[in-house]
């Protein structure tokens, strides 16, 4: 099995561009999702977290509100910090766990991580591919995904984020995904005839 990253700022198209990948025949590993599911009721990150906030931040159900729980940490650091401590861990050890049962099939592997270089995962998990938009179109695509956000509130989350200046200087890949669709599937389409073609990265754990 070949590796590789897939990275970006939020609103810039990264899950888009996996499921491109996924329609060439990538497996991929979403590392979102497993945040989610380490959020789920009944697990420990469950229950730290409404240990920490309590339980309005629950809904009728008694799952955690993913939009109350987006207030409070982007809105203090402290905060954020400490919920990342929480999940980053188990995150990264099921994509620990994900790249060992696979490593020794065919194929290639995406693994979609959004804090890729805010958690330094770019020192293990190579090569990089990071997709990128202008401002603006950032700006309009969260706008559409979260139409409760406040124009404030855009702004926190996208500054909660590492510059994407400063990641396209660390990027193997990258997929500007400003412009048309076919525009940004050729470019997923090269990406991926490149990883066919050459050794991927093979990571070596953390």
């Not at 810039?12 to 009721?41: N, P, Q």
């Not at 990342?84 to 099939?105: C, D, F, L």
């Not at 510059?163 to 525009?183: R, W, Y």
């Not at 940004?184 to 490149?194: A, E, L, R, S």
Request: charged fraction near 30%; charge should be negative.
């Amino acid at each position: 099995m070949k590796f590789a990253a897939l990275t970006g700022g939020i609103g810039m198209g990264k899950s888009t561009v996996a499921d491109m990948f996924r329609s060439l025949g990538a497996l991929t590993v979403d590392s979102d999702a497993i945040a989610r599911s380490y959020l789920g009721i009944g697990t420990q990150g469950y229950e730290r977290v409404v240990a920490r906030y309590g339980s309005d931040l629950l809904d009728d159900r008694r799952e955690i509100r993913r939009d109350r729980l987006a207030e409070r940490i982007f809105k203090d650091t402290a905060e954020r910090r400490w919920l990342e401590s929480v999940v980053h861990p188990y995150v990264y050890e099921r994509i620990g766990q994900e790249i060992e049962a696979a490593r020794e099939k065919e194929g290639i592997m995406i693994i979609e991580v959004p804090l890729l270089f805010e958690t330094k995962a770019e020192a293990w998990l190579r090569p990089v591919i990071l997709v990128v938009c202008n401002r603006d179109a950032q700006i309009e695509r969260i706008r559409r995904r979260m139409p409760g956000l406040s124009e404030e509130n855009i702004i926190e989350r996208i500054n909660a984020q590492m510059p994407i200046e400063l990641k396209q200087k660390s990027a193997d890949f990258i997929v500007d995904n400003a412009g048309d669709i076919a525009h940004t599937v050729g470019q997923v389409k090269d990406i991926w005839n490149i990883l066919l073609k050459d050794g991927a990265y093979e990571p070596e754990g953390r």
